[in-house]
């Protein structure tokens, strides 16, 4: 089983900042199989990231991935007010899928 | 305009079944294997299992494997949960979600229902 482990737990930032959260598997992924999703309060993910660095439909690209292998980042370029909330990173290279990382929580500074 | 809506969730006993479903629209839902993902309260999420487009493959997290039981009804454009013998960590937020990719499943979610609470206790 492969563990992805995010950091940092919490990242405190502004408005305006750019935002670099990371996303490290226990083993290699394959293909670049991992993504990224946010999670509003009291709301459902939304897929923002697949396939490492894919922008899903009508996610503004403020948002971008990158890495592979063991390593994955998620940057947010500039911080808008709406995008502070909680993100997970999950591998799906593995069948079955089977894997999300315990998240980091962006918070407004 | 895809929506995912999940129904079912109640509070049950220890050692109690219930059945989950979801109805889909704004998508051939037939072309589309289908997951539920479920979320403890104040915790991160948790892929459960997985039903390819035909129903013909089905995959459980170990967590649940031979206690639930994944299925679909493509004439209905719904897909359903049974699950037996629960136990109080069993208590979660029950997501239907989307597969991203057409056809063969490629295990990440582009479309999430708003889920249904299930609430294990006595």
């Known amino acids: 089983e492969i563990v992805l482990t995010q950091s940092p737990g919490t990242l405190s930032l502004s408005p305006g900042e750019r935002a670099t959260l990371s996303c490290r598997a226990s083993?290699?992924?394959?293909?670049?199989?991992l993504a990224w999703y946010q999670q509003k309060p009291g709301q459902a993910p939304r897929l923002l990231i697949y396939?490492?660095?894919s922008r899903a439909t009508g996610i503004p690209d403020r948002f971008s991935g990158s890495g592979s292998g063991t390593d994955f980042t998620l940057t947010i370029s500039r911080l808008e007010p709406e995008d502070f909330a909680v993100y997970y990173c999950?591998?799906?290279?593995?069948?079955?899928?089977?894997?999300f990382g315990q998240g980091t929580k962006l918070e407004i500074k | 305009e895809v929506q995912l809506v999940e129904s079912g969730g109640v509070v049950v006993q220890p050692g109690g079944s219930l059945r989950l479903s979801c109805a889909a629209s704004?998508?051939?839902?037939?072309?589309?294997?289908m997951h539920w993902v479920r979320q403890a309260p104040g915790k991160g999420l948790e892929w459960v299992s997985l039903?390819?487009?035909?129903?013909?493959?089905?995959y459980y997290a170990d967590s649940v494997k031979g206690r639930f039981t994944i299925s679909r009804d493509n004439s209905k454009n719904s897909l359903y949960l049974q699950m037996n013998s629960l136990r109080a960590e069993d208590t979660a937020l029950y997501y239907c979600?989307?597969?991203?990719?057409?056809?063969?499943?490629?295990?990440?979610?582009?479309?999430w229902g708003q889920g249904t609470l299930v609430t294990v206790s006595s």
């Open positions: 979600a989307k597969d991203g990719r057409i056809a063969v499943a490629a295990g990440y979610f582009d479309y």
């Open positions: 999950q591998q799906y290279g593995s069948s079955p899928p089977d894997t």
């Open positions: 704004g998508f051939t839902f037939d072309d589309y294997a």
């Open positions: 083993q290699s992924v394959s293909s670049s199989y």
């Open positions: 039903i390819s487009w035909d129903g013909g493959s089905t």
């Open positions: 396939g490492a660095s």
